[in-house]
């Protein structure tokens, strides 16, 4: 069975930092471009940051730049984000996903992108 499941999330204040982490399990997780994405309630879903499957090469959305930072331990199977500086715009529910190697960028399309999503962890920042 194929798995990714999401845990780090919470509630905490501005300026304070999280780290978010993603199981995977059930596929070849070391083969597959990872992928970090949020989506707030009544919002589309937004690409946050991505990593290539040997984890050399990896970029983040503007709206991140400087204060999120993606990373994978593929001896783990695990994906990870570490968000720093956090501000309220931030709220959202976070996934992680499978890349489908034919997505189209930008890949925010479940259905179309990814072959895998998690459930996702909630992150909801206070001012």
């Known amino acids: 069975e194929v798995q990714l499941v999401e845990s780090g999330g919470g509630c905490v204040k501005f300026g304070e930092s999280l780290r978010l982490s993603c199981v995977a399990s059930?596929?070849?997780?070391?083969?597959?471009?990872m992928n970090w994405l949020r989506q707030v309630p009544g919002g589309g879903l937004a690409l946050v940051a991505s990593i290539t499957a040997d984890g050399l090469n990896s970029s983040v959305e503007r709206v991140a730049a400087g204060r999120f930072t993606i990373s994978r331990d593929n001896s783990r199977s695990t994906l990870y984000l570490q968000l720093n500086n956090l501000r309220t715009e931030d709220t959202a529910t976070y996934y992680c996903g499978a890349e489908h190697p034919n997505s189209r960028p930008p890949p925010r399309n479940w259905c179309r992108d990814y072959n895998y999503r998690g459930q996702g962890t909630q992150v909801t920042v206070s001012s």
């Open positions: 059930g596929f070849d997780f070391e083969t597959s471009r």
